[in-house]
């Protein structure tokens, strides 16, 4: 479960938090296992960010916020996952490294840009 100081009290973003987070778990019996990481669940692991991303992205677009910032942050993260993701292609040597990243690139972007994000749909909703 997400911890309070991460909600946003926008329900579509907190529960997608909730479910990267909880995708995120469920990669750590991958950490501990020899074979790689199925393709699929890299793929699946990937295909969630952007789609999480793409959320974030309408949601903004929908008050007329500048999201340019926000953005750039959300590129520069899937292009250093995806990176990773395809060099453990052949092993998981990577992977505890990259899940702790994740979950601490998503708790500072939370604070430094999905708050902000939050407000500002807050206060359209309000005028």
């Known amino acids: 479960m997400l911890p309070q100081a991460l909600r946003v009290n926008i329900p579509e973003i907190d529960h997608e938090h909730n479910e990267l987070f909880a995708f ?32 974030e992205e309408r949601l903004a677009i929908a008050v007329s916020m500048d999201f340019s910032g926000h953005e750039e942050a959300h590129e520069n993260m899937l292009d250093t996952v995806s990176q990773t993701l395809n060099q453990m292609a052949s ?7 990259l899940i702790r990243y994740i979950g601490y690139w998503f708790e500072m972007h939370i604070l430094r840009y ?14």
């Open 24 to 55: 995120l778990e469920g990669f750590k019996e991958y950490c501990f296992d020899r074979s790689p990481m199925p393709e699929d669940r890299r793929n699946a692991l990937y295909e969630l960010l952007v789609s999480h991303f793409k959320t």
């Open 114 to 127: 999905d708050l902000t994000l939050a407000k500002c749909l807050a206060i359209s909703t309000h005028q």
């Open 91 to 97: 092993n998981n040597s990577d992977l505890y490294s």
